[in-house]
């Protein structure tokens, strides 16, 4: 089953990855409306489930409100490859484009694993290079019985030839694309264009679709409407280890000392740089909700992010939860604030990272 592009990018921005702000129409004054409160040029974008929208005339631009319903109205006022269409997408035009890339997951049945392809050159055209240019396209199958790790969608963004200081940004972001597509059995998940900017990666399309012998298990995204993508990027695994950080790197880094130690991860969720204690409460709540997870690990570095505020936060949520112990690394800014907090509450912690993770994963042994 085909999923429409405001459904992918919901699931997309949900999982942590950047999409542009975007709004569903299904009026040229709704369009207008939302133009005009976003305040800024938007792209008018049919939604449709046939491929090729691009090229068929489906995707126009806005600069005014005015110019917004008359798009409306005029991709309303056509069919795309045999389909009328019915809704249509507000989303903000993506400034100070450097790069278009192309990512894709999909599932290979002869080979009967996952494909992931990229290539450094996105946009309309990919279907001209794969032609013409298949050199530009890495391919890489994945085990799908073995887990797909961060290390491994950095490789191949290494492999892509993409540039030093985004090979990080550009790994994560391939990591967070494969867990959505075994997250909800896909066998389509696809970035193109995966835009390039002075503000970072950002998603400017996504194309999805999910095994017809596997919808029944997915109502997700009420499961996902808990979670407060504004404030941090959560992903849910397989493991048993509640994995939290604030700070992308030091998430992936705990995991991999979690999977180096013998356990697996059930979460990541990066709490952002400068997380406040509201937001470190919801993020630790919610990982407690997950009934996989044994042990909850907290990695936390403080810069921006106060030691106290994340101490306060755990001596709150963890009063309320008794049955999950929690492992906590906590150094950087108001560090003694905060380890006096903790003290006072009789928590345990940790300043190593590395003893942290081995703690943890020498808990979740005990618990049943």
Excluded: C
Excluded at 213 to 232: G, P, Q, R, Y
Excluded at 302 to 309: F, L
């Amino acid at each position: 089953m085909n999923i429409h592009e405001y459904i992918a990018k919901k699931i997309f921005k949900k999982s942590g990855i950047n999409v542009p702000e975007s709004h569903v129409a299904e009026t040229p004054y709704q369009a207008a409306f939302l133009t005009e409160k976003m305040g800024k040029p938007v792209v008018v974008k049919a939604q449709v489930l046939t491929g090729g929208r691009g090229k068929s005339g489906g995707i126009l631009f806005a600069d005014t409100p005015e110019e917004a319903a008359e798009k409306t109205i005029e991709l309303q006022n056509k069919r795309i490859k045999g389909e009328k269409v019915e809704k249509v997408l507000i989303e903000e035009k993506v400034q100070n484009k450097e790069a278009e890339l192309y990512l894709s997951i999909i599932l290979d049945r002869n080979a009967k694993k996952p494909l992931i392809l990229g290539s450094l050159s996105g946009g309309m055209d990919i279907e001209e290079v794969a032609k013409n240019k298949s050199q530009e396209i890495v391919k890489t199958y994945i085990e799908p019985l073995e887990e797909f790790m961060p290390y491994q969608a950095r490789n191949i963004a290494l492999e892509m030839g993409v540039d030093t200081k985004n090979i990080s940004a550009v790994g994560m972001l391939i990591w967070k694309l494969y867990n959505i597509f075994q997250d909800y059995d896909a066998t389509v998940v696809e970035i193109n264009p995966l835009m390039k900017t002075k503000n970072g990666l950002i998603a400017a399309d996504a194309k999805m679709a999910v095994d017809d012998d596997a919808i029944f298990k997915h109502n997700k995204l009420s499961e996902l409407e808990e979670i407060d993508n504004e404030t941090f990027s959560y992903v849910k695994l397989d493991g048993t280890i509640a994995v939290l950080g604030n700070g992308a790197g030091l998430t992936l880094t705990a995991m991999d000392l979690i999977n180096y130690y013998g356990a697996k991860p059930a979460t990541f969720l990066d709490i952002g740089g400068g997380s406040s204690e509201e937001s470190i409460t919801s993020a630790l709540k919610l990982v407690l909700k997950n009934p996989n997870v044994k042990v909850v690990f907290l990695n936390v570095l403080g810069g921006i992010t106060k030691a106290d505020d994340v101490a306060t936060a755990v001596v709150k949520v963890m009063g309320q939860n008794k049955t999950k112990p929690i492992v906590i690394r906590l150094t950087g800014t108001n560090e003694e604030e905060g380890q006096k907090i903790l003290d006072e509450a009789g928590i345990p912690y940790e300043t190593s990272m590395e003893l942290a993770a081995k703690k943890a994963v020498e808990l979740e042994k005990t618990v049943s």
